[in-house]
């Protein structure tokens, strides 16, 4: 016998990384409602990474706040919020200085090469950016125009959003790759960077 339930599920906090990283990019703040310390999923701590570069970040009851400041430069193990690698490594473009994550070879075996792409299009963009087996180091600077390839990789396109924020010219060739999980991204994107 079957009974129906109510359960809550929380934001996916993954997806939350892009608008977080928003903020961090713009100086603006942002906060995501549902999705709290006490979440289930490990990139909820993304947050944290924005911190020591310099973002405030308030953990709320309903939700999680970060406030956009002068971004500086860190070196970060993210093994454990790999899937927030490749924004972080868009938002260290705006540091004010280099930036190396570390531990996160597994992602060479995700939909994409994901380290070797994230530094191909940083490349692209002008960017100065050098992998190594595990990681990639990011150095600061201003992006050029470019075509970013996202390899059919959902995340390469949401991440890179975020490089167009302060640099025009910036294009994403085949935005529809983020269909397998956010399908409506840019839309959002769009409406919340008209209305800051």
Not at 17 to 31: H, P
Request: overall charge negative; proline content about 4%; aromatic content about 8%.
């Amino acid at each position: 016998l079957y009974r129906g339930r109510d359960y809550d599920i929380e934001p996916d906090a993954s997806a939350a990384s892009y608008f977080f990283g928003l903020a961090a990019v713009t100086g603006g703040r942002i906060k995501v409602t549902g999705l709290t310390r006490d979440a289930l999923q490990g990139d909820v701590h993304f947050v944290s990474a924005l911190e020591q570069m310099g973002c405030s970040v308030a953990w709320e009851a309903d939700g999680i706040s970060v406030q956009g400041s002068s971004l500086k430069g860190i070196d970060i193990d993210m093994n454990a919020i790999s899937d927030t690698a490749q924004t972080l490594a868009v938002v260290a473009v705006f540091a004010d200085g280099p930036t190396t994550i570390r531990s996160v070879g597994h992602m060479r075996h995700k939909e994409t090469d994901r380290i070797s792409a994230v530094v191909t299009e940083l490349r692209r963009a002008g960017i100065r950016a050098e992998e190594f087996d595990d990681g990639l180091t990011v150095y600061p600077g201003q992006p050029q125009p470019a075509e970013i390839h996202t390899y059919d990789d959902h995340r390469m396109a949401m991440s890179f959003s975020l490089l167009g924020l302060r640099s025009p010219g910036i294009r994403i060739l085949d935005p529809g790759c983020t269909s397998k999980t956010y399908p409506e991204y840019f839309t959002d994107f769009e409406r919340l960077c008209r209305n800051r």
